[in-house]
């Protein structure tokens, strides 16, 4: 059974840092994986993902503040994230396809203060 498990989330400062964890199971470690968020009355939006291969895209809002990895032999995903700001509150989740199926993680709740 396809399960993904986050951890690493919590309260910090702005222009603090958090890392994220993706714990991935019962499928093999070969697909696209991605981290969404989403803030109270707002769309979930994508925040970074990675192929197999750690070839990597971001959103814009993220982009040379959040770096996105993968460790295939340890099935997991981490989500680095530097000079947090408080507009990204919100609940991060991890993401994979797997046969034509959505899969998520139960999210992790990241809060910036100011």
């Known amino acids: 059974q396809v399960q993904l498990v986050e951890s690493g989330g919590g309260l910090v400062q702005a222009g603090g840092s958090l890392r994220l964890s993706c714990a991935a199971s019962?499928?093999?470690?070969?697909?696209?994986m991605a981290w969404y968020r989403q803030a109270p009355g707002k769309q979930r939006e994508l925040v970074a993902l990675?192929?197999?291969?750690?070839?990597?895209h971001y959103a814009n809002f993220v982009k040379d503040r959040f770096t996105i990895s993968r460790d295939n032999a340890a099935g997991t995903v981490t989500l680095q994230m530097s000079s947090l700001k408080p507009e990204d509150t919100g609940l991060y989740y991890c993401?994979?396809?797997?046969?034509?199926?959505?899969?998520w993680g139960q999210g992790t709740q990241v809060t910036v203060s100011s």
């Open positions: 019962g499928f093999i470690f070969i697909n696209d």
């Open positions: 993401y994979v396809q797997h046969y034509r199926s959505d899969y």
């Open positions: 990675i192929n197999r291969s750690g070839s990597a």
